[in-house]
């Protein structure tokens, strides 16, 4: 596992305690909308990495039931009395738990999402997190993807679109830019690709984010 991992975990338990997590407020929600609309909604639902829930919440109210994975669990504490609070018991559940070993069973998910999470993981360690997602993914379930393309071109001092292998690490964090090439090489052989699309945000910098959906074989 990548040396950086630690001090990762430790730069986003202190990003949500100190309320600088800028990511919460990205808007790609609408987009994320138009991939599932054509997949059942009666489903369960595993959105991994779900920070503060912007993304889970949303699923949540197509009729999804949604479980959240993040593994700080200050936040997933925080994340379940806002449940109660909002409304949402029973139709979303937040779970303290690392991608690398997710804790559930088989086979039990319809759906998974990750929206900014794997940016995060290390090229090496990428056989590992596919290994856990479509171990938890029923045959026939459905992977939607949203992480940073490789088409931006700039990020911070980082010039994505420019690099050879898309890594870059600042502040503590990792963060690959990526393309469907490499969805399709993580995935390929127990998937396919339904659906994939680069999407640019002006009122986010610029950024561009890789949209993809992808269908495990039945
Ligand atoms: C950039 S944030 C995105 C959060 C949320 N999906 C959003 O779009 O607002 C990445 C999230 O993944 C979580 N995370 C990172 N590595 C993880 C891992 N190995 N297992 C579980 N969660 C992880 C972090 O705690 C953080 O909440």
Known sequence: MNELYPKQKQRFKEAYATGTDKWSNNTYVQEGISFLQRLPHNTTVLDIGSGRGNWTYTMADLGMKVIGLDYIPELIERNNADVKLRGYAGRVAFMAGDVFNIPLQDKTIDIVTDFNTLQHIHPNDWNLYTQEVLRVLKPGGFILLVQL???????????PRASKTGNFEIHGFHY?????????????EDCSIVRSEVHTFPHMDNHRYIFTLLQKKA
């Open 149 to 159: 393309s490789k088409m931006t071109e700039t990020f911070i001092n980082f010039e």
């Open 176 to 188: 690959h830019f990526f393309t469907k090439e490499e969805f399709q090489d993580m995935f390929g």
